[in-house]
C-alpha cells in the first residue's frame, strides 16, 4: 500500500513512518518530551512568558497543571531521578507561580496538581 504522499516534496510523514520513527525512541525520552510540553504549555498559560498576559488563562493552567503532576506522579518509578528531579523542580514552580497568579487562593492541597504532590505553600 502505497503512501498518500509519496513523491509529494515537503509533504508530512505517513502514519507509518510517524510509527516507525517513535518505535526507535525510549519510553523515557517519551515520558520527558511529553512532560516538557506539558510544562511549556502551563508556564504559557500561567502567563509566565514575555508576553505575559497576553496568553494567561488560569483554567487552562490548572488543566496542565495537574496532568504534568498526575504524569509525573505515574511516571516516578518508571524514569531515572536524573530524569525526574527537574521535572519536580518544575512543576512546583508552576503550582507556586500559579498560586502567586490566582486572584481566589485554593486551600493547600487543592490547588493543581496538589492531589499528586501535596500542599504547595507560598
Known sequence: MS?????VEGAQ???DDMA??????PAVEVIVTVAVNLMS????????TEEGDKHKDLDEARKLI???AGLLDASTTEISSF???PLRDGLKSLQLAFREASLVKDEPGQGPG?????????
Open 41 to 48: 504549555a502551563a508556564a504559557v498559560k500561567t502567563g509566565l
Open 83 to 85: 530524569h525526574a528531579a
Open 66 to 68: 495537574h496532568a504534568l
Open 20 to 25: 516507525r520513527d517513535i518505535a526507535e525512541v
Open 13 to 15: 510523514p505517513g502514519f
Open 114 to 122: 496538589e492531589k499528586y504532590t501535596g500542599p504547595v505553600y507560598g
Open 3 to 7: 503512501d498518500v504522499n509519496d513523491g
